[in-house]
């Protein structure tokens, strides 16, 4: 018996919003949100600090004392605390509740004093599964919502752990903003260039032998790439976003290294058209092939069809019951000595020459 095969499940892409007709703001966490912990990272040009659980007094007690802190909240169960998070830095309680209501457009909103930012990561590659990350930066502070555990920032926490003098220590908030919205864009090349390698072998295998199982794998694969353009399109009108304004906390140097990730998500951009564009041709091929296939089935059965045709009309005619003896004109062939034998001799060349035909018109 044939393995059936595995239908690969996603995660969808659900937004939580707020009952009709609450107040404007307001904040309900989703019942499977993660509980919520706090990463507090202090930065100066010559040192650093990282308090890992930190709490409300910790933020209260180092917030004034370091030039650039990084508050990096995980889980987004604790109201309160996301409340009390937003009175300290004075956030604005409309991001707030895009930062719960998860599944939120990539967007950039400018606010007097800070920025909100809300992008999207691949939180898991094998399962398709998405997450928010929402971040916060004004003159001296960067604050980032996460859903869960799990992010690509661990190269940026290695560079402000770096003994040697680094950009991310003396560049300020907007930088370190930059930074990690970079990471979560680059994120994207393993999935994506995966992806590439999985249409190409697919295409390969299609070119040998089509398959059945080539059509969902297809299938899949443009439905993922469908759901990235949904995500890089507006992740780009974002950094553009960012770039364009003027706003005293986004250096214009740091609007130079912006540029640079504006440039990677067009490259993204681009890459995942490629990767749509060869998915519709190879969908579209696999069902030519598939057709071309049923085709040359169709093909051979006929020309064993025809080939079957003469020999049964020869032998339904040689296998009527006359009697050769009540008259010459009734078969007389039937009582030849060597009839059997010279009956299967002339089918046979029957059959040959109509192969032999079948070859000369090139139809086998």
């Excluded at 969808?12 to 499977?32: E, M």
């Excluded at 661990?154 to 402000?160: F, G, L, Q, S, Y």
């Excluded at 999935?191 to 059509?215: C, F, R, T, Y």
């Excluded at 519709?280 to 049923?294: N, Y």
Aim: net charge negative; aromatic share 10%; hydrophobic share 45%.
């Amino acid at each position: 018996m044939a393995k059936a095969e595995t239908v690969r499940k996603r995660a969808p892409l659900k937004t939580r919003r707020p009952p009709v007709g609450a107040s404007p703001g307001t904040l309900i966490a989703d019942p499977s949100a993660r509980r919520s912990e706090l990463r507090l990272t202090l930065m100066s040009p010559e040192k650093f600090e990282t308090i890992e659980n930190a709490s409300i007094d910790d933020l209260n007690t180092h917030c004034d004392r370091w030039p650039v802190i990084w508050l990096d909240c995980t889980g987004l169960a604790n109201i309160p605390l996301i409340e009390e998070i937003g009175r300290i830095f004075s956030l604005h309680p409309l991001a707030l509740e895009d930062v719960v209501n998860t599944g939120q457009r990539p967007k950039v909103d400018f606010f007097e004093d800070h920025a909100f930012v809300v992008v999207r990561m691949i939180d898991d590659v094998t399962a398709h599964r998405y997450e928010q990350i929402a971040v916060f930066f004004g003159k001296n502070f960067v604050i980032t919502f996460q859903e869960r555990e799990g992010d690509p920032f661990n190269p940026v926490r290695k560079r402000i752990e770096s003994s040697m003098p680094n950009r991310l220590r003396s560049r300020g908030a907007d930088y370190l903003a930059y930074a990690l919205i970079d990471a979560i864009v680059d994120s994207y090349f393993p999935p994506i260039e995966a992806a590439g390698e999985q249409v190409d072998s697919i295409e390969d295998q299609m070119l040998n032998m089509p398959h059945k199982h080539q059509m969902r794998q297809l299938h899949e694969l443009r439905r993922d790439a469908n759901v990235l353009k949904g995500v890089l399109w507006p992740m780009r009108d974002a950094l553009a976003t960012m770039i364009r304004n003027d706003v005293p906390y986004v250096k214009a140097e740091t609007k130079i290294f912006l540029n640079d990730t504006l440039d990677h998500s067009l490259r993204l951009i681009e890459l995942v058209e490629t990767q749509r564009d060869m998915l519709t041709g190879l969908i579209e091929m696999h069902l030519s092939l598939s057709q071309a296939r049923t085709n040359d089935v169709i093909s051979y059965l006929t020309i064993v069809s025809v080939i079957f045709m003469p020999l049964t009309f020869l032998v339904g005619v040689w296998g009527m019951n006359f009697d050769p003896d009540s008259s010459p004109w009734n078969m007389p062939e039937l009582k030849s000595q060597y009839g059997y034998p010279a009956s299967l001799l002339f089918m046979a060349l029957v059959a040959v020459g109509l192969v032999a035909f079948f070859k000369w018109k090139k139809w086998l």
